[in-house]
């Protein structure tokens, strides 16, 4: 890297190999622009996951980066805004409290916007854009989540930006080919007087994965041999590679090509590290961004021989407020939904392996009992809290399937006796009997006599109704893993109940025996 004032690029290597520990001393500092009021009333976001930039003065440049944020538009989690990180609307309004400080901020993302496939993941694709965009996102990677979408649907997404100026970038990956002009192969981005070099790259073990004849990929080492002189004749000051891969792979990169002066790789742990990491024969730094979108990393780059560098991990917490553009963003992404309808999302009903669904009312004809500790229960009017929610999520498949009944609750798709919608199958509203229990539509039919059965069948279809908690049963270490809390975990996992205990939350919804 140059630093101003013609500091050479050999003497800040030094600086940096030699202080790197330095750089990790400020990890903790005060927090820049934490909009007032924002945090839920009883919890501060400050004192749980610590202060950000203390002692930092504005830096030449704040450069922002993130990465794979795995679809995850909104915070990470049903456990209360108050203790979830993450959301487009959040990160917003951090990197406006930077701007509003006068800091220049150069973000970048290292690709890896969705997670699935299917007509909702290339529409939060789309969503993602438009908003990271909106937010004045200079480079943004591509990652091999997103090329399993539709070409089709990446060609429209991209194909809206503007072509001379696209911050989607890519040296080794070509969508139908290298010049169909849908992405850049890299970008040069000038802020407070600095040349800052941006390339992302597909790592080669990623590549591999992807099936599709209408992409076009490169050997990561070859498109970055080819790249590299670029920057070099540009006379950029900072040099950054991005890698859709490995830290593994990412150092093999930095070693091969030691210009660059920092590289941000994906694949890591689900939280970054609280300090980056040298790279053993390289000048590079490595950085991690984490998972989910739940934080960013700044660097720092200050006019500076003695601390030219400064690194700070930032929980997007509850200290951020909701940015409204942002948010009405989301809501049109919500209302893109319901005009979809879940068949427009192609999200028609499939069979379940155990029957159809008869809902929660048909079970309590005859289990009163257990019918009447379900009322008490949230279970029993969970669709309400996404109807209630501004914008409400009710059309989103995503949150319904785990406040509806009839639902595959991970892959977010309804079965075809669950739920359709308020109004068409009213019985299957919320999280119901059958959900935990199993399709009842063969239990009831032989118990009201609708068909003739043996009393052996009977029997046998009144024990697969049955489930039984096990010696021990629950999610913590030295536990048992049950069938019973295997069935909760199916809803109560580490994105929506992170504090989920099993023993603990059982005795709110227990109920035995028939009546």
């Given at each position: 890297?140059?630093?101003p004032?013609?500091v050479s690029?050999g003497?800040?290597v030094v600086?940096?190999?030699?202080?790197?520990?330095?750089?990790w001393?400020?990890?903790t500092?005060q927090q820049v622009?934490a909009?007032?009021?924002?945090q839920?009333?009883g919890?501060?976001?400050?004192?749980?996951?610590?202060?950000?930039?203390e002692?930092w003065?504005?830096?030449?440049?704040?450069l922002?980066?993130?990465?794979?944020l795995?679809g995850?538009?909104?915070p990470c989690?049903c456990?209360?805004l108050?203790n979830?990180k993450?959301g487009?609307?959040r990160?917003?309004?951090?990197?406006n409290?930077?701007?509003?400080?006068?800091?220049?901020v150069?973000?970048i993302?290292?690709g890896?916007?969705?997670k699935r496939?299917?007509?909702?993941?290339?529409?939060k694709y789309?969503?993602?854009?438009?908003?990271?965009i909106?937010?004045?996102?200079e480079?943004i990677g591509?990652g091999?989540?997103?090329l399993?979408?539709?070409t089709s649907s990446?060609?429209?997404?991209?194909?809206?930006?503007d072509?001379?100026?696209?911050?989607?970038?890519?040296?080794?990956?070509g969508?139908?080919d290298?010049?169909?002009?849908?992405?850049?192969?890299?970008?040069?981005?000038?802020?407070?007087?600095m040349k800052?070099g941006v390339?992302?790259v597909?790592?080669?073990a990623?590549a591999?994965t992807?099936?599709?004849s209408e992409l076009v990929?490169e050997?990561p080492?070859?498109?970055l041999?080819?790249?590299?002189?670029e920057?070099t004749?540009a006379?950029?000051d900072?040099?950054?590679?991005?890698?859709?891969?490995s830290?593994?792979?990412?150092?093999?990169l930095a070693?091969?090509?030691?210009?660059?002066?920092?590289?941000l790789?994906?694949?890591g742990a689900?939280?970054?590290p609280l300090r980056?990491?040298?790279i053993?024969?390289s000048?590079?730094?490595l950085i991690?961004?984490?998972h989910?979108?739940m934080?960013?990393?700044?660097?720092?780059?200050?006019?500076d021989k003695?601390a030219?560098?400064r690194?700070q991990?930032?929980?997007?917490?509850?200290?951020?407020?909701d940015?409204p553009?942002?948010?009405?963003?989301?809501?049109?992404?919500?209302?893109?939904?319901?005009?979809?309808?879940l068949?427009?999302?192609?999200?028609i009903?499939?069979?379940?392996?155990?029957?159809?669904f008869?809902?929660?009312?048909v079970c309590a004809?005859?289990?009163t009992?257990a019918?009447?500790?379900?009322?008490?229960?949230t279970?029993?009017?969970?669709?309400?809290t996404?109807?209630k929610?501004?914008?409400?999520?009710?059309?989103d498949?995503?949150?319904?399937?785990?406040?509806v009944t009839g639902?595959?609750?991970?892959?977010?798709f309804p079965?075809?006796?669950g739920?359709?919608?308020?109004?068409?199958t009213?019985?299957?509203?919320h999280n119901g009997c059958?959900?935990c229990?199993g399709p009842g539509?063969a239990?009831?039919?032989?118990?009201?006599?609708?068909v003739d059965?043996?009393d052996?069948?009977?029997?046998?279809?009144?024990?697969?109704m049955r489930?039984?908690?096990?010696d021990n049963?629950g999610n913590?270490?030295?536990?048992?893993?049950?069938t019973?809390?295997n069935?909760?975990?199916?809803?109560?996992?580490?994105d929506n109940?992170p504090?989920?205990?099993f023993?603990?939350?059982?005795p709110?919804?227990?109920?035995?025996g028939?009546?």
């Amino acid at each position: 890297m140059k630093l101003p004032h013609s500091v050479s690029r050999g003497f800040y290597v030094v600086l940096f190999v030699c202080g790197i520990a330095a750089l990790w001393s400020w990890t903790t500092a005060q927090q820049v622009g934490a909009a007032p009021g924002s945090q839920p009333s009883g919890v501060d976001p400050v004192a749980v996951n610590g202060p950000i930039f203390e002692g930092w003065e504005t830096p030449r440049v704040a450069l922002v980066l993130t990465a794979e944020l795995d679809g995850y538009l909104e915070p990470c989690g049903c456990a209360g805004l108050e203790n979830q990180k993450g959301g487009l609307k959040r990160r917003h309004t951090f990197l406006n409290s930077m701007r509003e400080k006068g800091w220049p901020v150069v973000a970048i993302d290292g690709g890896g916007l969705t997670k699935r496939v299917g007509v909702q993941a290339e529409i939060k694709y789309q969503v993602a854009l438009e908003a990271m965009i909106a937010m004045g996102y200079e480079a943004i990677g591509v990652g091999a989540n997103e090329l399993r979408l539709s070409t089709s649907s990446l060609a429209f997404a991209l194909g809206n930006l503007d072509q001379a100026d696209t911050p989607v970038c890519s040296a080794n990956v070509g969508i139908l080919d290298f010049e169909s002009g849908l992405t850049s192969r890299y970008r040069i981005i000038e802020s407070g007087k600095m040349k800052i070099g941006v390339v992302s790259v597909l790592g080669a073990a990623e590549a591999q994965t992807l099936q599709s004849s209408e992409l076009v990929t490169e050997n990561p080492s070859i498109a970055l041999q080819k790249v590299a002189p670029e920057f070099t004749a540009a006379n950029c000051d900072v040099q950054i590679l991005l890698v859709y891969g490995s830290p593994t792979e990412a150092r093999h990169l930095a070693s091969q090509f030691q210009q660059f002066d920092m590289v941000l790789a994906t694949g890591g742990a689900e939280e970054p590290p609280l300090r980056p990491s040298e790279i053993p024969g390289s000048r590079a730094m490595l950085i991690e961004a984490g998972h989910k979108g739940m934080y960013a990393i700044v660097i720092g780059l200050y006019d500076d021989k003695d601390a030219p560098l400064r690194y700070q991990r930032v929980p997007l917490d509850a200290r951020f407020e909701d940015s409204p553009k942002i948010a009405q963003i989301m809501a049109d992404y919500q209302n893109e939904l319901e005009l979809r309808s879940l068949s427009g999302l192609g999200l028609i009903g499939t069979a379940h392996p155990e029957g159809k669904f008869v809902g929660s009312s048909v079970c309590a004809d005859c289990h009163t009992s257990a019918a009447e500790k379900f009322s008490e229960t949230t279970h029993s009017h969970a669709l309400d809290t996404l109807v209630k929610l501004d914008p409400p999520r009710h059309f989103d498949p995503e949150c319904l399937s785990c406040h509806v009944t009839g639902w595959n609750p991970q892959q977010y798709f309804p079965y075809e006796s669950g739920y359709l919608g308020l109004d068409s199958t009213p019985e299957l509203q919320h999280n119901g009997c059958e959900n935990c229990h199993g399709p009842g539509a063969a239990h009831v039919a032989a118990e009201t006599g609708t068909v003739d059965v043996t009393d052996a069948e009977q029997e046998q279809l009144r024990a697969g109704m049955r489930l039984k908690i096990v010696d021990n049963e629950g999610n913590k270490d030295g536990e048992v893993l049950g069938t019973v809390v295997n069935k909760c975990l199916e809803c109560h996992d580490l994105d929506n109940s992170p504090e989920f205990d099993f023993k603990k939350y059982w005795p709110e919804v227990a109920h035995e025996g028939k009546d």
